[in-house]
């Protein structure tokens, strides 16, 4: 079975910390993706990353940063957590041609 | 830029009712398609996919979508839905069958007795 385990099922954080939510998979695929989740906006894409220290924003990176130094983890980091990223972040991997694999997502509360 | 519309944030039905799920994409290449379903408390999992070959796609619980390029959707329906169809359905494109999916902005099921 492929595993893609994220680091923290929930998290509450404070106003300003840095934060880093960590993603790792056992199935060597290159395509690495972090997603957040908010009711009535479906999943909207922050970060992606096609390959080791390769990086693409998506659709909303601001507020942001990911990292991959190793193909097997794909961390996202929110230099300053803010209230308005409460949220659930959803990591994806895929390979060439599979099917995308979910990662059981990380409720992040910012307070 | 690929974006996808999902037509409905909630649509109700009554058990035993035709389910139609409506979804409409952009894309400047031959979009891959997807329809994917997140049951209360879980994660999303993988209903249908259209990539080539046949319009008319078969998925996993009775349920089936069809391409039509000319109108681009890609509408999701079950003949007969059942309680335990109730969920949220999320449409999503993308260019290629590995690279990122565009998600829509979900549609919740709900399945009246």
């Known amino acids: 079975d492929v595993k893609v385990t994220q680091s923290s099922r929930y998290l509450v954080k404070r106003t300003g910390e840095k934060v880093f939510l960590e993603c790792v998979q056992d199935m060597d695929h290159e395509n690495m993706f972090w997603y957040r989740q908010d009711p009535g906006l479906g999943l909207r894409l922050i970060y992606f990353s096609y390959d080791v220290k390769m990086k693409e924003k998506g659709d909303i990176p601001e507020g942001y940063s990911v990292s991959r130094e190793k193909k097997e983890r794909f961390s996202l980091i929110l230099e300053s957590a803010s209230t308005n990223q409460t949220s659930m972040y959803l990591c994806?991997?895929?390979?060439?041609?599979?099917?995308?694999?979910f990662g059981q997502g990380t409720r992040l509360t910012v307070v | 830029a690929q974006s996808v519309t999902q037509l409905g944030s909630h649509v109700s039905v009554s058990e035993g009712a035709l389910v139609l799920l409506r979804c409409n994409y952009s894309s400047s290449v031959p979009p891959y398609l997807f329809w994917y379903v997140q049951y209360p408390n879980q994660g999303l999992q993988l209903l249908l996919k259209y990539t080539t070959g046949a319009t008319l796609v078969k998925g996993i619980n009775g349920f089936e979508a069809e391409f039509k390029k000319s109108e681009t959707s890609f509408h999701l329906t079950k003949p007969s839905a059942h309680m335990s169809d109730a969920a949220e359905y999320f449409c999503?494109?993308?260019?290629?069958?590995?690279?990122?999916?565009?998600f829509g902005q979900g549609t919740e099921l709900s399945v009246k007795p």
């Open positions: 999503a494109v993308s260019d290629n069958q590995g690279g990122k999916l565009i």
């Open positions: 994806v991997i895929q390979g060439v041609n599979t099917e995308a694999f």
